[in-house]
């Protein structure tokens, strides 16, 4: 039979639509509205001191839109004016300085994409498979084109005396959540960013400036950045010594685990993004990343690992960001065990579940870069499985 | 021509700091006692500091009440399953403890200690933890003669060496193993968040739209009538002050207790009436003597407490500014149901 949306003239062929300031800084269409961060509330005590996730498994691209990129406060996303804004650098330097918002935007700038994982992100998955999606299961994680000065600048213009070894990095909200950052990174690509994605950082991300830390686990990225202190030894914080430290099977613990090892995921077909059109043309796609430089191939299973298949990149590879990659296939409509494994310019390859527990233990909490499945079932529904 | 000036070379921006800005805001404390102020407090004081203003999340143990972080406990549990990782059993270094008390506690009231409350602190986590006796006392003086337990149980990141195997510049890409069983499965624990309204979009035709509109309108106009009578004004000031109370207490649409009882409706309320919620002796006897928290009850409270009601568990010091006070019963007030 024909199709009514076609024969038949549809009121929006017919009537007219929004005038143009309807929604002067506009939202996604309601139509998009399952496509949002989500919590696990079990997870934390509270809302404040906690997590959300970013909806991966309906994304596509690379860049994260501001407004569903996950969230992770300490103390909650404070409000803090441009005006009110002030930057200290202090401690082994020439002139200790305090830098206002306006001062900032007079540095020459640069433009950089990185991606921000959470060391936790699939954290809840070293003891096994326990949530069923890719928003859960990776979902603390963003990529953002940033605007923003280099710390390297800021530090010389204060002048680092030669006994400075590391910076101390601290937020203005009440967590402050100070990490310790090694002299030669803070110099390296670390970034002073007030612009995300062209547009402000907005509230839950630091605004209206924070740090950010190529590569390395989201909790050094400190948002509402309101002091850099170098010191000639580091803090040992509470957030760099009672958290994200990575405990291995015999007790013993390890710290300083700054890097994100290289990692992806399948985001569709996926628990939360299911095949609804049967067998034929099908789009697998996903994302990966490696905090130690450019993702240089990805490889898909379709069998829980026995075979894997290159992917296509949608573009080379950019150091630490996230990169797209999609293997179209024919399917069957037989089950699948779909994986993905990364594999990094530093020659790393995304290790599967077995081979990081047989290094790490069970209790790790952190940096879970392991091989993920999907069980995809005849019906199109997918499940997260671990494999032998 | 422009040019872009050498790497080092200075722009002149920014102002120099001021020595006493420096001290406001330079507050780490590192291990080996760098930037202690000079105080002290014993376990004693410890336990009654503690008791008013840690103990609602931490318990009066330090034993930490729901999923509030425990302090105490949990020595020899690293190699075991679900390890505790307290003060005692797992932080390194006491600067640790001391530098994020002092600066980040207590939560939603932080910087708000003086440097002795904060060695008393400290000095009562320690006892909890069976790594000091009652007679302790600890200060900038005896600081660096604690030695917590697990001060040896890092090691400096060794995945380069340790995980070698995982670079791997020719991974396998065929008959890479015999067989695969699916060995574990998440519907098994089934704890993942209900996926509200996910079908809702492709489902939804457009009178059912519409319809679901008008909830929303409806759900979204109550509490506005509802505030009419307010003073807007006062509403607003008061949810700002609100944010004093948000780290234990909820408010308006789906509002649960948390640390605190929910708040809907406390305006007029008889005391206790959360229901499901443990309060503390002193409140339900309140109760039970018919308190009813009236404009007037509600300001008493609020403006101090533990004065108020001795023995409550709202660890929160009072409101000092009776505007405060007046623009925070408001705010309550317009979510009267």
């Known amino acids: 039979?024909?199709?009514?949306?076609?024969?038949?003239?549809?009121?929006?062929?017919?009537?007219?639509?929004?005038?143009?300031?309807?929604?002067?800084?506009?939202?996604?269409?309601?139509?998009?509205?399952?496509?949002?961060?989500?919590?696990?509330?079990?997870?934390?005590?509270?809302t404040i001191s906690s997590i959300n996730f970013t909806p991966i498994h309906a994304l596509d691209g690379t860049i994260t839109p501001q407004g569903c990129a996950f969230e992770r406060h300490h103390s909650g996303a404070i409000e803090l004016r441009k005006e009110d804004?002030?930057?200290?650098?202090?401690g082994l330097v020439g002139t200790p300085l305090v830098f206002t918002y306006e001062d900032l935007e007079r540095f020459?700038?640069?433009?950089?994409?990185?991606?921000?994982?959470?060391?936790?992100?699939?954290?809840?998955?070293?003891?096994?498979?326990?949530?069923?999606?890719?928003?859960?299961?990776?979902?603390?994680?963003h990529n953002m084109e940033y605007s923003g000065v280099s710390l390297r600048t800021l530090l010389e213009e204060a002048g680092v005396k030669p006994e400075g070894k590391w910076v101390y990095v601290e937020g203005a909200d009440a967590s402050s959540n100070g990490r310790s950052i090694p002299l030669e990174?803070?110099?390296?690509?670390?970034?002073?960013?007030?612009?995300?994605?062209?547009?402000?950082?907005?509230?839950?991300?630091?605004?209206?400036?924070?740090?950010?830390?190529?590569g390395w686990e989201g909790n050094m990225w400190i948002k509402w950045l309101r002091r850099v202190e170098v010191m000639d030894q580091p803090v040992e914080s509470r957030?760099?010594?009672?958290?994200?430290?990575?405990?291995?099977?015999?007790?013993?613990?390890?710290?300083?685990t700054w890097e994100m090892d290289a990692k992806s995921v399948v985001t569709s077909p996926s628990p939360q993004a299911p095949i609804k059109h049967g067998a034929g043309p099908l789009v697998i796609t996903g994302l990966a990343w490696s905090g130690r430089g450019a993702v240089t191939g990805v490889d898909v299973s379709l069998d829980g690992g026995k075979t894997w298949t290159e992917a296509r990149?949608?573009?080379p590879g950019t150091d630490k960001a996230l990169t797209r990659f999609y293997l179209d296939i024919n399917w069957d409509g037989s089950e699948m065990l779909l994986q993905s494994r990364a594999k990094d310019a530093t020659g790393y390859v995304q290790p599967t579940k077995a081979q990081l527990r047989e290094v790490r233990g069970l209790n790790s909490i952190y940096h879970n870069n392991a091989i993920q499945t999907w069980w995809v079932k005849a019906n199109g529904e997918a499940e997260n499985v671990e494999v032998s | 021509m422009f040019v872009t000036p050498a790497a080092a070379e200075k722009f002149g921006l920014g102002r120099p700091a001021l020595p006493e800005e420096i001290a406001a805001w330079d507050l780490d404390v590192a291990?080996?006692?760098?930037?202690?102020?000079?105080?002290?407090?014993?376990?004693?004081?410890?336990?009654?500091?503690?008791?008013?203003?840690?103990?609602?999340?931490?318990?009066?143990?330090?034993?930490?009440?729901?999923?509030?972080?425990?302090?105490?406990?949990?020595?020899?549990?690293?190699d075991h399953e679900d390890p505790l990782k307290t003060v005692g059993s797992y932080w390194p270094y006491l600067s640790t403890t001391w530098d994020y008390v002092n600066r980040s506690m207590p939560f939603g009231n932080a910087q708000s200690l003086t440097p002795d409350e904060v060695y008393a602190i400290v000095a009562y986590i320690l006892y909890s933890n069976d790594l000091v006796d009652d007679e302790f006392v600890l200060s900038d003086e005896t600081f660096l003669e604690v030695e917590l337990p697990n001060a040896d149980g890092f090691i400096l990141d060794d995945r380069q060496e340790a995980e070698k195997h995982f670079w791997n510049p020719e991974p396998c890409m065929e008959n890479c193993k015999d067989s695969v069983e699916i060995t574990m499965r998440a519907m098994v624990?089934?704890?993942?968040?209900?996926?509200?309204?996910?079908?809702?979009?492709?489902?939804?035709?457009?009178?059912?739209?519409?319809?679901?509109?008008?909830?929303?309108?409806?759900?979204?106009?109550?509490?506005?009538?509802?505030a009419a009578v307010l003073d807007p004004e006062l509403v607003a000031q008061g949810e700002k002050t609100f944010k004093k109370c948000k780290a234990c207490h909820q408010v308006g649409e789906g509002a649960k207790s948390k640390t605190g009882p929910v708040l809907n409706g406390i305006v007029g309320a008889p005391a206790g009436h959360a229901e499901g919620f443990r309060y503390s002796k002193a409140m339900t006897a309140a109760a039970e003597d018919g308190l009813v928290w009236t404009e007037a009850e509600l300001a008493a409270f609020l403006a101090k407490p533990k004065t108020y009601m001795k023995g409550t568990k709202m660890s929160f010091a009072g409101l000092k500014k009776d505007s405060d006070i007046e623009a925070v019963i408001a705010y309550l007030q317009s979510y009267s149901q």
């Open chain 1, 239 to 256: 957030e760099e010594t009672s958290k994200y430290t990575d405990t291995l099977a015999n007790g013993i613990s390890r710290k300083w």
């Open chain 2, 31 to 78: 291990p080996d006692g760098t930037g202690l102020p000079a105080g002290s407090g014993d376990v004693f004081t410890g336990e009654e500091v503690f008791a008013e203003k840690c103990a609602v999340c931490h318990g009066d143990f330090a034993e930490g009440v729901g999923n509030w972080p425990k302090l105490a406990g949990g020595q020899g549990t690293l």
């Open chain 1, 108 to 141: 020459p700038r640069e433009n950089r994409v990185y991606f921000c994982e959470c060391a936790a992100n699939s954290g809840m998955e070293w003891a096994g498979a326990q949530l069923n999606g890719a928003q859960f299961t990776h979902g603390m994680i």
């Open chain 1, 313 to 315: 990149l949608a573009a």
């Open chain 2, 189 to 226: 624990l089934d704890v993942t968040p209900e996926e509200e309204g996910v079908e809702a979009p492709a489902a939804a035709g457009p009178v059912q739209d519409a319809a679901a509109e008008e909830a929303v309108k409806e759900a979204v106009e109550e509490p506005v009538e509802t």
């Open chain 1, 1 to 46: 039979a024909p199709d009514p949306l076609i024969t038949e003239v549809q009121d929006w062929a017919s009537g007219l639509g929004e005038g143009v300031d309807a929604t002067p800084y506009g939202l996604p269409i309601k139509y998009e509205s399952d496509v949002v961060r989500r919590n696990v509330e079990w997870l934390t005590a509270d």
């Open chain 1, 85 to 90: 804004y002030r930057l200290m650098i202090n």
């Open chain 1, 185 to 214: 990174k803070a110099m390296d690509d670390v970034l002073v960013a007030f612009k995300a994605n062209g547009e402000a950082l907005r509230k839950e991300h630091g605004y209206p400036v924070r740090l950010v830390v190529p």
